[in-house]
Every structure is written in C-alpha cells, then in structure tokens.
C-alpha cells in the first residue's frame, strides 16, 4: 500500500472514529517503514500506537474488552493474534518446569533492573516435547500473564516453494517484532529449522534455516518469540545455541498426571473414585490425552443426569484414549 493510500485510509477511519482500525493501519505504516530500514520513524510509531492502545485499554476495561490490533496487509497472511487470559497457574506442569518459566517471567518484568546492569532478559525460548505436552498453552500462558498479545505465525503463508521468497517473509516477521511487542510463536518450529544434512534437504531450505538464524541472532526487539516443536531430532543443532533457554516438556508422571484429572474434574464429584486404578492407566498419556479422557467421563455423567463420575468409566475414557493414541504411532 502506498504512503498516499495510507493517509487516506487514516483519516478515513479518523473521521469514521473506528479508533482499532485507526490503529491497525498506523501499525501497518510502521511496519512499512521498518522493511524499508527505517527503524527509528517505525520505532516512533510504534510508540504512539502503544501510548493510545493503553489508553484504550483502560478505558474499555470498564465494558471488559481489550485492544487487540490484527494483522494487516501481507501481516495478514503470516500472523494470527489473539489476546490470553490464560495464567500459568491454570497450567498443571512438573514444578522444575514451573520454575524455569517463573524465571522467565520474573525477569521479564524486571528487564529494566537487568538492563541497568547491561544484563539481558531472557526472551528467546525453545520448547521440545511430544504432542498435548503443553508447549502452545504455555506460550499463551505467559503472554496472559505479561498481558502481551499472542502472534502465531502461520506457516502455511510462510514456506512457499519460491526461492528466496520464505526469508523475505520471515525478515517481514522479525521486522513486526520490533513495531508489534507480543509473544511470538513459531509452532511445529522443525517446518523452518529442520537439519541443513538431511539426505532430502534442498538449497531453499538451507538459505531458509541460515535466514532465521542471523535474524533470531540479530534480533533486539522486546518481544518474547517462541519456537516449540515436537520432533526436537530433526533440529538443526546451531538453533539450539541461539535461544536464551531451551526447555523440555516430557509426558507427565503419575503424580502430574493425577493433578491434571483432579483440576479438570474438579467441578463434578470424584470422592468415590478408586485413584489406584486410574494411576495404572495414566502411563504414556499426555496433557491433552488425560484431559479429553476427563471429559468423556464428564460428559457421560452429565449425559446420565448426575454429577458422579465413575471409575469404570473413567477408565474406559483413558482406554480409548490410549489406544487412539497407539493407532496415531502406526
């Protein structure tokens, strides 16, 4: 879009009072401006839009809504945003997890101290774990709590099949980093940073890989970005070097696994259930897995017209679910 264009649709949306859509475009201007290496004009307006979007926001908690800005232009295609509520105390997570992402957020809060001191915050994470283990939640997790919006890149509009045309996306996205503060999620990260040695690999997606590379290394933005992947063996072992933390989401043990049916079923009555029987079918089951087996056993108990829920069929939920997830390995 032109920078003609551009007024023209500001003061279209000025005079119209749609102050969120008077925003987006104000955003999309510096973003332009960002791609065009002038970092200090995007920086500026970035600012601005900060200032007024606080402004709104604390004026529309009243009514409990908040400013989200959405994508867009070509953003629209490579970023989907949303606004959690979702706190990491919702979270059922073994507490040596917990504490790194407590870190994580404690420094965030505190970056200026840190900076005094020409210390960096921690704010590139890596997390590997199998699926359902919780690694999307937790990006939403800490975006609640830093009350930060959640961008999650889309990579279906990312990876094309021209060359050279992936990396300028992704220079697109670093470079929305700098005007747009938020978490940034890259989920099923090994699309973009599978191995350079791999037998099938192609020149693309090297330049794609090294592209990311010296972006996530040159990368100063506030933004938290996220990268999660559940194949961590298909990484290629320089990322690994470039992010703050690399954290680890392994399937939960008997104890996690009980929390996580305990917390989902805590609205119905469980004081009947025979929890050594469920502790013998919890082993292998993710975080996902155990809270779809919860609700099937709550939904079969609202289904009879009672909020009891019953070993049998709790069990019978962790079952099927368990043998689903052995078709899914085949």
Known sequence: MSSARHLINLLKTHVRGDEQEFMSIAMEVAAR???????????????????????????????????????????????SVNQPT????????????????????????QKNKLHKHNLEVRRKLLFLGPPGTGKTMTAAALAGELHLPLFTI???????????????????IFDAMVVEKGVYLFDEFDAIGARRTQLNDVGEIRRVLNSFLQLLEKDD?????????????????????????????????????????????ARFNVIDLDWKRICGEVGGLSQAELVRASDEAAKHSILQGTDQIHTEVLVGALHERKNASRSADH
């Open 33 to 79: 401006e960002a791609r065009q290496g002038h970092m200090k004009v995007a920086e500026q307006i970035r600012e601005l839009v900060d200032e007024a979007r606080s402004k709104a926001t604390l004026a529309q908690k009243r009514v409990g809504s908040v400013v989200v800005l959405q994508p867009r232009g070509d953003m629209a295609n490579l970023l």
């Open 86 to 109: 979702l706190r990491l105390s919702s979270m059922v997570l073994p507490e040596f997890l917990e504490k790194r992402l407590r870190r994580v957020l404690l420094e965030q809060r």
């Open 154 to 172: 889309l990579l279906e509009g990312v990876i094309t099949k021209f060359m050279g045309e992936t990396a300028a996306k992704l220079k697109m």
């Open 221 to 265: 933005s506030d933004s938290l970005i996220i990268a999660a992947t559940n194949h961590p063996d298909l990484l290629d072992k320089a990322l690994f070097r470039r992010f703050d933390d690399v954290l680890e989401y392994p399937l939960p043990d008997q104890r996690t696994a009980v929390k996580v049916v305990e917390a989902r079923l």
